[in-house]
């Protein structure tokens, strides 16, 4: 076939190399990593977990950048563009950058199938390194242990919240699933751990590695105030920090992993507190408890499990009461569909339900009959498309009425993209 020429021609490429969308394992990645020689020599902080991820990366993001380091951030997945994905200096990359990066990437695997996150990650290290960052963030895909992002080690790991999400692939527990997320820490290499009650699988590899484990709450932690918080740490405290602008009642223990992480790393990395302040307050994280402006309010959030669903309803909860809520409600049909719904339902009066497209998609009939199996059963009603029930929540939302459409990427990638070219 011919060599791909565009960024987009080049995604369609990487979509086919691979027979499966997700297929676990370090071997392939391992080895066309090393046939490119990607050894990155910049410092290296490598973010994995459930929930808060994308948040974490934001703020460090942020935080570093308002440092004055050149910063290459990799997220995962995208919304709109898959450049949101591959950041340097806080800006996209271009598409020529990564076209580039891919076709280096598909120069040096040679006959070895790669994933389209494996493509892309690799992709993004190999920019990350041409362009000489100063520091990287990775934000950990699926797992751990097995992800892309592990074939690179870490100079400081961030564990954030452990909850059951993937389970077809993790494991059905807390206790499996903290297994493969431990799955970054190296030995003798500082790690964050943010989850208030971390499995014993986290602290028993921690201890086996002997990895510098710093725990919320014995080694960090924070204590909010009504218009800002202190935060405590290895290298003392900081006092008088404004709320991040990243909404939701988690996300103060999200800032504090990152302070810890950041004075793991402060003999290499420093930063002073005029950076800590202005990287808090203009961290940006779309689709996380994002508050469109305008009436009625519009919440978008992609929590798709239920522990992030349930700081969804925590945070909906904390905002003034609407006249009505309505859920405009998408999700893949391999999650927990009931239990994501019933920790929201308190705070829903009626609920627009819309089909997900792809073959992990769950119809409208689907989500109907788990929110039923919720107890969710008054005030529903089946959408052909999210944009759809989208549409539809509009027509009958007044001004004081707010719309949270959430259950997926895929669900607030559709009203993201509705409302852009509306």
Known sequence: ?????????????????????IAMGLERVAAVR?????????????????????SACAMLEAILHEAGYRVGCYTSPHLMRYNERVRIGRAEAADDDLARALAAVESARGQIELTYFEFS?????????????????????????LDAVNAFDPDCALLMSIALDHMDYLGPTREDIGCEKAGILRAGTPAVCADPDPPDAVLDAAARLHARLL?????????????????WGPSGERHGLPHPALRGDYQLANA????????SLRERLPVSAAHVRTGLLTADNPGRFQVLPG?????????????????????LARMPRAERSYAVFGILRDKDIAQVAASVAPQIDEWLVGATAGERGASADLVRAELARAGVVDCVSAHASVLDAYTQACDKAGQNDRIVVFGSFHTVAAVMAARKSS
């Open 215 to 231: 725990l919320i709450g014995r080694d960090f932690g924070y204590e909010a105030q009504a218009r800002q918080w202190r935060y």
């Open 256 to 263: 504090a992993a990152c302070l810890a992480a950041l004075d």
């Open 34 to 54: 090393d046939r490119l020689a990607l050894a990155p020599g910049f410092p290296l902080f490598t973010v994995g977990g459930t929930n808060g991820k994308g």
């Open 295 to 315: 009436r009625p309010t519009v919440i978008l959030d992609v929590a798709h499990n239920p522990a992030a669903a349930a700081a969804l309803a925590r945070s």
């Open 121 to 145: 990650t690799l992709a993004a290290v190999w920019l990350f390194v041409e362009r000489r960052v100063d520091v990287a963030i990775l934000e950990v895909g699926l797992g751990g242990r």
């Open 1 to 21: 076939m011919p060599t791909p020429a565009s960024l987009a021609q080049w995604l369609a490429h990487i979509e086919r190399v691979h027979p499966r969308t």
